[in-house]
């Protein structure tokens, strides 16, 4: 229908790390999430079923698991970013998101000042990594952690002081876990896109960019997005 033909003959291999929810993650022994059920989305209109490769997410980020052949292309509530761009060719922006600050209930730590003398964890690879390296004060002690799940159970149980991650995901655990609460968001402006190996998707991106369009365009993108993120 679309006329556009990928390297492989049934699958769409999409790499993620798990779990990033509402993005991703195990629900009933499904990977189920946002990029998910985009990505089936593409898949359908090309005919693939979607195969799903959990894989470190520094792997997605520098684009090594879509250079290498892991998967065709990576869906994993990443950022585009000036320094991945130039690994990794991006669809269109799909999501806005922002960094922000979790915390116990209470706590006050409301900034990344707040938090001299205390410890925030963040998570290994990603842009909270980065903007948590980049501004807070050097009395800050930084915690890093494999995946999301870890560091969200570390701000729960008191392992670090704060933990700084993007809001959406911060917003719906504190959602489920009303002794913790998102104290700030940093407007740092990012852009959610998936992502291909560099000068080697080209057609695939076309896909996507065509399937967001659509879903866009025909209300489906808002369905998924009211599923998701229901307030
Ligand atoms: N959006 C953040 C980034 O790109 C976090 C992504 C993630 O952990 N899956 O770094």
């Known amino acids: 229908e679309s006329g556009v033909e990928v390297v492989t003959d ?4 999409v790499c993620t790390h798990l779990p990033y929810e509402p993005f991703q993650y195990e629900e009933g022994g499904e990977t189920v999430g946002f990029d998910v059920d985009l990505m089936d989305l593409v ?3 090309l005919g693939l079923e979607q195969t799903i490769v959990n894989t ?8 090594q698991a879509m250079s290498t052949g892991q998967c065709d292309i990576a869906a994993a509530g990443m950022t585009i970013t000036e320094a991945r761009d130039e690994v990794i060719d991006f669809s269109d922006p799909y999501f806005n998101a ?19 003398g205390k410890t925030l964890g963040v998570q290994i690879g990603t842009t909270g990594q980065q903007y948590a390296e980049e501004n807070a004060p050097e009395g800050v002690e930084l915690k890093v952690f494999e995946d999301l799940a870890l560091l969200l159970q570390a701000v729960k149980n008191g392992g670090v002081d704060a933990g700084i991650n993007d809001n959406t995901v911060l917003i719906g655990y504190a959602e489920e876990n ?10 740092t402006g ?7 190996a560099q000068g080697e998707g080209a057609e695939l991106l076309d896909a996507v960019n065509q399937a967001l369009a659509d879903a866009i365009e025909d209300g489906t993108y808002e ?6 993120f229901p307030s």
């Open 56 to 63: 470190p997410f520094e792997t997605i980020e520098t684009g």
């Open 223 to 228: 369905e998924l997005f009211t599923k998701y």
């Open 98 to 116: 922002t960094q922000a600050l979790l915390t116990k209930k209470g706590s006050g730590y409301d900034s990344l000042e707040s938090l001299e």
């Open 10 to 13: 049934e699958k769409l291999t």
């Open 178 to 187: 009303p002794d913790t609460e998102m104290t700030v968001e940093f407007d």
């Open 43 to 45: 898949a359908e209109d």
């Open 190 to 196: 990012e852009q959610y896109g998936f992502g291909v």
